[in-house]
């Protein structure tokens, strides 16, 4: 179920919409310190870091906030 999840956000990830971009990087985040980091590593850990390439300013920005509350 989590490759499954992990494959339909990596399809927001192309999305044109970036507060769509924005609310999936965010809801990455969420997950990864809900199922810890072991399951993060596993599940979303490429396509979480793939995000900070983002072109668009506050979708990078939102995942460097959330990882820094979510890990530290």
């Not at 490759?3 to 919409?17: E, I, M, R, W």
């Not at 850990?45 to 509350?69: A, E, P, Q």
Request: include cysteine.
């Amino acid at each position: 179920m989590l490759t499954q999840t992990a494959t339909t956000l990596g399809v927001f990830q192309k999305d044109s919409q970036y507060r769509i971009r924005e609310t999936t990087y965010e809801t990455i985040g969420r997950l990864g310190a809900y199922y810890g980091l072991e399951v993060f590593k596993t599940n979303f850990d490429s396509l979480y870091f793939s995000y900070l390439t983002d072109t668009v300013y506050c979708v990078r920005d939102i995942g460097i906030k959330s990882l820094d509350v979510k890990f530290n």
